[in-house]
């Protein structure tokens, strides 16, 4: 029986998977592990604290839940963790770290660590980015995750420990709140739209990036956690592609249904998206675990602005 740990559980995605992996795997099987507590705990149980840089603490759920899977979502994001470099540091490689020492030493039958867009460069190709390229990401962030890539790559090849992993573009959703990434002004102008207030966007309006929405991102990292470990040639760095667009074709799409303003004020995190791809080349994840998105655009829109709006309680 899968008894599946989510750390991260409260976060944008770590919410929506757990989720889905519940329906899948029945509520009491999949244990929701963040450092937060949450707001309302009866809504969310099981949960458990769990700082990812304490390694006792991760060994001590592992055998207290009896798990077997970790799905491994806690970190610090792009944005923020260039205000704090110190701490994703810690947080995201040796959070890992302890994750995989931890798997290892248990034998743990697989664990899910998504990568990101971030682990590419300036210098990997912008357009139709291979999956197969140079890494030399700019950002704590970005080289988090191709240390991630490459522990879990170790870890598969050292100990067959079964590391998996997607790199996920910009993540869309309703369900929860940005959290302190570059691509969150695809999320952030969806509540601006609906309440008919002004957005300020931190990046420029023909900066286009590869975005995914949310029920696409729990579908993709699902479908490679159940693919033939036989029909894998690649481990922790498929790429997936949904949708490519830049914040003038989002606000064009959202006012089709809402009228608001939008003004454009590029920040730091305009250099951040300005090394990232513009669309991803994912062939190894259609060949090898028949990977599909269903979500474009105006779907992505459509159904955004429902969801978001009956959570705020606004007609569109």
């Not at 604290?49 to 592992?62: A, C, M, P």
């Not at 210098?123 to 522990?151: A, F, M």
Request: charged residues 25%; glycine residues 6%.
């Amino acid at each position: 029986m899968n008894r599946i740990l989510v750390t991260g559980g409260l976060g944008q995605i770590g919410s929506s998977l757990v989720t889905h992996l519940r329906k899948q795997y029945g509520q009491d099987n999949v244990i929701i592990g963040d450092i937060r507590e949450p707001e309302n705990p009866e809504e969310v149980e099981p949960y458990t604290r769990l700082d990812v840089t304490q390694r006792e603490n991760i060994d001590k759920i592992i055998g207290e839940y009896d798990i077997d899977t970790i799905y491994h979502l806690a970190a610090i994001l792009s944005a923020r963790g260039e205000q704090n470099p110190q701490l994703a540091f810690k947080v995201n490689i040796l959070g890992l770290y302890n994750i995989l020492e931890s798997g290892r030493e248990h034998s743990l039958e697989r664990i899910m660590v998504p990568s990101s867009i971030a682990a590419f460069g300036p210098e990997t190709p912008k357009d139709n980015t291979p999956n197969d390229t140079i890494l030399r990401p700019r950002t704590i962030y970005g080289i988090s995750k191709v240390t991630g890539e490459l522990l879990g790559l170790y870890y598969w090849e050292k100990y067959g420990l079964d590391v998996r992993g997607v790199r996920y573009p910009g993540i869309i959703s309703w369900n929860a709140p940005p959290g302190g990434g570059t691509t969150d002004y695809a999320v952030e102008i969806f509540y601006y739209a609906l309440r008919r207030d002004k957005y300020i966007c931190f990046l420029k309006e023909d900066t286009v990036l590869p975005m995914m929405y949310m029920p696409d991102a729990i579908k993709a990292i699902t479908m490679l956690a159940e693919a033939p470990a036989e029909k894998l040639r690649h481990r922790t760095d498929f790429n997936v592609q949904a949708m490519s667009f830049a914040p003038r074709d989002l606000v064009n799409e959202i006012r089709k249904y809402v009228d608001f303003q939008v003004e454009y004020r590029p920040d730091y995190r305009q250099k951040i998206a300005e090394s990232w791809p513009r669309s991803l080349d994912d062939t190894p994840a259609r060949e090898e675990w028949n990977w599909k998105p269903d979500y474009d655009l105006p779907a992505m829109v459509k159904d955004m602005l429902e969801n978001l709006g009956k959570k705020l309680g606004v007609e569109l």
